[in-house]
């Protein structure tokens, strides 16, 4: 009987251990907003520490040559949730009123994942749009995420520095008081609330015209709004709620799968971090805003580990778009910039179609699975949904996420090998081909890239390409030396353009 028991108690015991060992991965996304090349220690930085991102760098694959699909936010957030290039749907950075822009019968990455058993959450910034274009902000606000593929989401529904500035949780904003209504218009003022146009006394610190509506907490912001004011949110706050809400919901689902999109709108205007934090650079509110979206990361991942989930836990770092300084506000972002180089070598910024608009820190962490190493490969954020769906065993259909491609050995480190080509979209479209950069030839004019943001746009009525592996500032345009390269890589957008399977 004893042997009996103990050859029972042994298979049980075998049968725990395979369970666990063939439980899918959770999967996490961390995205943060704005963040370049040169914005953490680990890439470069000497003016701000970023120990808990190092970590993630230091235990992972640290990618030197990773991008996201766009030089904004908008067409980034959408490649990344679809697997679909944004100028496909011509998708620009959104109005905080604008209906949602990815189709509810479209494919997503949390749909895929929670066809194949994953429990799903986005939680932070969206930017996406919501609703069909006649949002009732008191009433139930759909479609949104929860009709796109996830389970739950908890939002700030478009950015900071757009009206509503309100949470939404599932279908409702939070908080709010049905006895004050809100009411929402980007064409004209509404209700008696002050202005930053109006009432510059009140601000705490200058905007443009633009950001110049109405005032919540302190700071002007894009669009009119009335009402909702036991909902407005503080944004110094609004990391702390993220935080919870990320931990609420991975307790949840901690004896299951699940993937979570975890969204900073740090380090994106307005930059207002937590009291704490404060002071912590000597660049002033972006620097400091750095050093407390670094705090709410290691909380994050502390919090897998005490759950014991870190090694059944996929984490990629990464950010939507490269670095911007002045956006829109006068917070000494430049004035206290001193030797900080947010781009790290690369020519241009958020906006621009050079290199820097693009490459951003890319990481993907998985303690006792990935080994740490440093990777070169050419990746893109595009390719994390095929990616995704060959780690979990899911095949896509041929019209399922048409611009991503299966890169799981290469995010896991186990190879090298990264796209042949990788589009960028930003005025133009760019293209990556090895060492060089091919940049489309185009007759749009965005002076306001430069007048309004002091960034180069990077665009040319000419053609114009660059060798990356001597040139990384992208000073010398050899497009005339390299007349059956630039033809080469011009077919190839071409290409791009007119297939849209790409499989």
């Avoid at 990455?109 to 429990?119: D, E, H, R, T, V």
């Avoid at 709108?265 to 620097?287: K, S, W």
């Avoid at 400091?288 to 290691?298: E, F, K, L, N, R």
Wanted: glycine content about 8%; overall charge negative; aromatic content about 8%.
């Amino acid at each position: 009987m004893k042997q009996l028991t103990i050859c029972i108690l042994s298979i049980m015991l075998l049968s725990i251990m395979a369970t666990a060992q063939n439980k899918k991965p959770n999967i996490v996304i961390i995205y943060v907003d704005d963040l370049g090349y040169g914005d953490l220690s680990s890439y470069g930085a000497t003016e701000v520490n970023t120990p808990n991102v190092d970590k993630l760098a230091n235990g992972g694959v640290k990618f030197t040559d990773g991008h996201c699909s766009a030089a904004t936010c908008t067409p980034s957030r959408y490649s990344l949730l679809t697997g679909r290039y944004a100028f496909r749907k011509d998708a620009a950075v959104l109005p905080g009123d604008a209906p949602l822009l990815i189709s509810t019968d479209r494919a997503t990455l949390p749909g895929m994942l929670k066809q194949n058993g994953y429990n799903t959450a986005v939680i932070g910034k969206w930017h996406l749009g919501l609703g069909n274009g006649d949002v009732d902000w008191n009433g139930k606000v759909a479609p949104g995420p929860l009709e796109i593929g996830f389970d739950y989401s908890y939002l700030i529904p478009s950015t900071g520095d757009r009206v509503p500035s309100v949470m939404l949780e599932n279908h409702h904003v939070v908080g709010l008081d049905q006895e004050d209504p809100i009411e929402i218009s980007y064409k004209k003022k509404v209700g008696t609330d002050p202005t930053g146009i109006e009432n510059p006394e009140l601000l705490r610190y200058p905007s443009d015209k633009f950001h110049g509506k109405t005032i919540v907490n302190g700071v002007s912001r894009i669009g009119y709004m009335s009402g909702g004011n036991s909902a407005r949110f503080r944004d110094e706050t609004v990391p702390y709620q993220m935080l919870h809400k990320a931990r609420t919901f991975i307790d949840e689902h901690q004896e299951e799968p699940f993937f979570l999109y975890f969204a900073f709108h740090d380090i994106h205007v307005p930059r207002l971090p937590d009291a704490r934090f404060q002071g912590a650079t000597d660049m002033g509110v972006r620097g400091d805003a750095i050093v407390q979206m670094d705090y709410i990361t290691g909380e994050l991942v502390k919090h897998l580990e005490k759950r014991g989930l870190s090694e059944n836990t996929i984490i990629v770092f990464s950010s939507d778009n490269g670095p911007v300084l002045d956006d829109g506000y006068t917070d000494e972002s430049v004035e206290r910039l001193g030797k900080h180089q947010p781009a790290g070598p690369y020519r241009g910024n958020k906006y621009s179609a050079y290199e820097a608009g693009t490459r951003v820190p890319t990481i993907v962490y998985w303690p006792g699975t990935i080994v740490a190493r440093e990777s070169d490969a050419l990746v893109t954020q595009t390719d994390l949904y095929a990616s995704f769906a060959e780690l979990v065993g899911h095949e896509l259909e041929a019209s399922e996420a048409p611009d991503s491609e299966a890169m799981w050995s290469t995010f896991a480190g186990e190879s090298f090998e990264g796209r042949e080509y990788l589009l960028e979209e930003s005025v133009t479209l760019a293209l990556r081909h090895g060492q060089y950069k091919y940049i489309h030839p185009t007759k749009k004019n965005p002076s306001w890239i430069k007048l309004e943001k002091n960034i180069e746009a990077g665009v040319s009525t000419e053609a114009q390409l660059f060798d990356l592996s001597n040139d990384v500032g992208e000073q010398e345009n050899i497009a005339s030396k390299n007349k059956k390269l630039v033809k080469k890589l011009q077919k190839e957008i071409e290409r791009i353009q007119n297939n849209e399977v790409t499989r």
